[in-house]
C-alpha cells in the first residue's frame, strides 16, 4: 500500500529550497529598521521593504552586516507623482567623524519633472565630490537596480547595471580613498526641501504625504571581515582594476548626456584650484 506522507528526503529538499530562496536577499535577515516609528515596512516575506515620509518623520533602516569592499546592489521604486523636497537615500558609510560613504540620493520633483540622482564621496569625514545626473527613464515607474562597487582600486556607481561615475584610487597623489573602515549599507527617505528640488526652491506638498519608495532585491556581495578574507574566487569583483571598454564607453556616454552637475568642473566653488584627482583620470 502507498504511503500518502511525503518521502522524508523530499521534505528536507523543499525546506532546503525554502530556506535558500530566503537566504538571497531578505529583508528580516539582511536589515534593521533603524527609524521611523512604523513607518518603515517589511512586506512579502522579507522581500519588500517600503519606506514612507510625512510631515512628522522619514524613515530608514540599514544592514546588520557591515562590509570592506564589496558589491552592493538595491533594486528601487522612487516615490511617485509629486515627490518635490523628498530624498530617497541608499548609501554605504562608516561611523565617526573621520568616515567614509558612498552615497546615492534621489531628489524628488514635480509630477512629471526629472528626478536628479545626486551622488557623492566622502573620504576620511572630507565629502565635496558632488556629481548629479538626471537618468534616462522614469524612476518610479518600475524598480531599477542602483549598484556600488567598492575595491581597493576604484568605486564606480551602476544604473541598471550602466556605470555612471568612477572614482579612482588615487592615494598615489594624496587623495584619500575608503580603504580601511568597514561600512554599513543604509537607506532613508526624508524631507530635503530646504535643497533637494532645485535647490530648495519648491518646497514639499504635505498634501500628498504619505510619500512612498520601494525597495527590494538588496544584495550585499561583500567582504565581511576585511579584504585578507575576501578570497579572488568568491568575489573577483574585489580584483577588477578597471571598466573594460564597453564599460567606459557607457559612462562616457552618460556623463555626457545625463549629468547635470559636475564638482571637478566647478572652478567658481574651488578657486584654490580643483581636487586633485579631478585632474588625474
Ligand atoms: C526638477 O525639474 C526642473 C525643471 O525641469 C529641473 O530644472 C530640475 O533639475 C529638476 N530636478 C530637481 C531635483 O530639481
Redesign the pocket.
Known amino acids: 500500500m502507498a504511503s500518502i506522507a511525503p518521502h522524508p528526503a523530499l521534505i528536507f529538499l523543499l525546506v532546503l529550497a525554502v530556506s535558500s530562496a530566503l537566504a538571497k536577499g531578505n529583508f528580516y535577515q539582511d536589515v534593521d529598521i533603524t527609524w521611523g516609528d512604523g513607518r518603515a515596512k517589511i512586506l512579502d516575506n522579507g522581500q519588500l521593504l517600503t519606506l514612507s515620509l510625512d510631515k512628522s518623520s522619514g524613515s530608514g533602516f540599514q544592514s546588520k552586516s557591515q562590509f570592506l569592499f564589496g558589491q552592493f546592489d538595491m533594486q528601487i521604486k522612487l516615490v511617485p507623482g509629486n515627490s518635490a523636497g523628498t530624498v530617497t537615500t541608499f548609501y554605504l558609510s562608516s561611523q565617526g567623524s573621520m568616515h567614509d560613504e558612498i552615497d546615492f540620493e534621489f ?4 509630477s512629471g ?4 540622482l545626486h551622488t557623492n564621496i566622502y573620504s576620511q569625514g572630507k565629502g565635496n565630490r558632488e556629481q548629479q545626473f538626471y537618468l534616462w527613464f522614469d524612476p518610479t515607474k518600475d524598480f531599477h537596480t542602483y549598484s556600488a562597487l567598492w575595491n581597493p582600486t576604484h568605486i564606480v556607481f551602476f544604473v541598471d547595471g550602466t556605470p555612471i561615475r568612477e572614482f579612482k584610487n588615487n592615494e598615489r597623489i594624496g587623495v584619500p580613498f575608503p580603504n580601511s573602515q568597514m561600512m554599513k549599507v543604509y537607506s532613508s527617505l526624508w524631507d530635503g526641501e530646504d535643497w ?3 535647490g530648495g526652491l519648491v518646497k514639499t506638498d504635505w498634501s500628498q504625504a504619505p510619500f512612498t519608495a520601494a525597495f527590494r532585491g538588496l544584495s550585499t556581495d561583500g567582504c565581511t571581515s576585511g579584504i585578507a578574507a575576501c578570497s579572488k574566487a568568491n568575489n573577483p569583483y574585489m580584483w577588477q582594476q578597471d571598466l573594460d571598454s564597453a564599460n567606459q564607453q557607457k559612462l562616457k556616454w552618460v556623463q555626457k548626456n545625463y549629468m ?1 552637475y559636475n564638482y571637478c568642473t566647478d572652478v567658481k566653488r574651488f578657486p584654490q584650484g580643483l581636487p586633485p584627482e579631478c585632474s588625474a583620470n
Open positions: 531628489l524628488g520633483n514635480l519633472d526629472p528626478y536628479i533637494a528640488t532645485r547635470v
